[in-house]
């Protein structure tokens, strides 16, 4: 049998699976990233996960491909890594070229972001969705478009930045350089600071929502402010795209009904008729594995 490596790099840990090529997960591991030690060092290091990935889950069966998510830019026919921020040295990486000298497979690399959205419609909360869009509230809003089945990277690579769409003008400032960016107002940061400006006492996103459900009426409003701006940009999507099915990944969607139902409510009045009566939103199932299940399905068999 023919096995796929799916292996989602971020700033900190490199994750790894093991997947049939339809999609059944073997195993999975994790290793420290060790990005100061540059990115042949750390190329070197996913081909080493990936080894014992066969040994351990793998015996008997074939490697048939490498999927690599990362955070940036990548040119994805190239399978270059063209700049990520949060590796540093991470410049015009050539990871494919190199992972396949060391490994003697073929390899490909994307966007993580578009990688967690394609793993949602593989193998995810997205299955059977023809046109759906993710977007991830963690530190940042994280995205990603399937469009008519296809994940759609545009001529750059960079289509599906839901994250910086502008939803207010003179918005808080975003990394990007520009103001109120859904990332600035939408992201699980985002809540955080809503919740400290009102005065309330969080060290985390989520202890805003466990006010809210304790009645708390400043974590109330709060909560009820943060669902707006992320209605205001799903909106705006639904009536962009004509989407089957908006999910929402990342850790604030551990809330579950209690952001997804206000914000059903709040899309739907925000959205055209049309749209909004297709569209259905929902949670995220795969969690912090979607980017190693959106790797592996790069090789995977197609849905
Ligand atoms: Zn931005």
Redesign the pocket.
Known sequence: MQVIAGIDLGGTNIKGGLFTTAGELLGKKEIPTQAAAGPRAVVVRIADLVRELVTEFGQGHTLAGVGVGAPGLHDFAQGECIFSPNLPGWRNVPVTTWLTELLGVPVKLDNDANLATLGEFWQGAGQGANNLLMLTLGTGVGGGLILNGQLFRGPDGTAGEL??MVIWLDGPA?????RG?L??LASATALLRLGREAGLPVKEAREVMQLATAADPRAIEVVDRYISYLAVGVASLVNIFNPDLVLIGGGVVKAGEQLLAPLREKVARLALAVPAQRVKIKAATLGNDAGIYGAAALFGDKR
């Open positions: 994250g910086h975003c990394n990007c350089g520009n960016c990332e600035t």
